[in-house]
């Protein structure tokens, strides 16, 4: 291997920056040449390709977003884009990629991969939805910031003795809304997972704790189960207490990264690069039992992962009556 290539695709996840850097510090510090692709696969399809160095990425590891920028290529999926990427990454030398993204993004380095192009895939995203891992770049982040964002609700909702259901990110994983439900206090935690639309005990709850003479209620709801709006309309109804509904959104996908994501970042940047310097393709870098690991894409792929079970045991005994 001689040049590589970094490419962020998806939706992006603050700490992608640390681990960009990491690819082209460690390519730089191992002999290679490191480009930049910019905007994921469409921009490979469209050559937008940059050499870097490691001054391209000085003063970004604090940073969120990506610098590379992120798109969404529908084409990609096309085994004849396929080839023409292959041919493109020939062209400017380049025979190794890190793909850094979530599960559609593997599956698009798996094809570059059968392609003859080296890629490895970093699993980045807010969502902590890939199965082989148990850290995601950007999730740490994402949490901490929907943590602070429903800490103020709290204040406002108790000041007007109200109930706030606030949704949270996390596709149809409800990752973000167990840990953020649980380090919040929330007297309700919905998730894809485990919420079936029984909407009269979070009703009879709320009414409960009333007689106890809570003042505030905080729910919190996974993107995934459903309209945040309609349900603070039935609570209000039912139980009497005003009920406003908050959906954070793309604040929690912004920010400065906290540290674990930089460092784990970093520590999962530079690991793409040393596998692609052993000549590995087809892989993906994860983080389990304490060590970061390595497993094969399609493997990957096909595993899966529910939501931690001890968390979801401790909720019911952290947000009874
Ligand atoms: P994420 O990587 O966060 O899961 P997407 O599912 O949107 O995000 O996938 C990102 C990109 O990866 C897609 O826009 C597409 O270019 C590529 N991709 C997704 N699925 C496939 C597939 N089955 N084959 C080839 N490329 C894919």
């Known amino acids: 291997v001689k040049t590589i290539g970094v490419l962020t695709s998806g939706g992006d996840a603050p700490g992608m920056n ?25 921009g490979l399809l469209e050559e937008d390709i940059i050499d870097m160095n490691n001054l391209s990425v000085s003063d970004i590891i604090q940073t969120g977003g990506t610098i590379l ?20 990454c020939r062209k400017h030398g380049i025979d190794g990629i890190v793909v850094i993204g979530g599960d559609g993004s593997f599956n698009g380095a798996s094809r570059l991969s059968e392609q003859g192009i080296n890629t490895i895939g970093v699993p980045g995203t807010i969502d902590l939805d890939i199965a082989c891992t148990e850290y995601t770049i950007g ?18 909702s108790e000041s007007h003795e109200r109930c706030s259901v606030v949704e949270v990110m996390g596709r149809t994983a409800g990752h973000i809304a167990l840990w953020t439900g649980i380090a919040s206090g929330a007297e309700y935690i919905l998730t894809t997972e485990k919420y079936h639309g029984d909407i ?28 945040s709006a309609e349900m ?4 209000e109804v039912a139980t009497g207490v005003e009920t406003r509904a908050t959906i954070l959104g ?14 784990f970042a970093s520590a999962m940047g530079t690991m793409a690069v040393e596998l692609l310097c052993e000549g590995k393709s087809n892989r993906v ?3 389990k039992e ?6 094969d894409i399609q493997e990957a792929l096909s595993m899966s992962k529910d939501l931690d079970p001890y968390l979801f045991h401790i909720t019911h005994k952290l947000t009874t009556r």
């Open 285 to 287: 870098v994860g983080y």
């Open 18 to 42: 640390a681990a960009i850097r990491a690819v082209v510090r460690t390519g730089i510090s191992n002999g290679l040449k490191v480009k930049g692709i910019r905007r994921g696969y469409a």
């Open 232 to 235: 603070a309309k039935i609570i």
């Open 250 to 263: 793309h604040i929690q996908r912004g920010g400065n990264p906290t540290c674990k994501d930089r460092v």
């Open 290 to 295: 304490g060590e970061f690991v390595d497993f």
């Open 200 to 227: 009269q005990r979070i009703i009879t709850k709320i009414q409960d704790r009333r007689k106890l003479g809570k003042k505030n209620h905080i729910i919190v709801n996974a993107e995934g189960v459903g309209n």
């Open 139 to 156: 999730f740490d982040t994402a949490i901490n910031t929907a943590m602070e964002a429903i800490d103020k609700l709290r204040d406002t």
């Open 69 to 88: 920028y992120t798109a969404r290529c529908l084409e990609f999926k096309k085994k004849e884009y396929q080839k023409k990427a292959a041919d493109i």
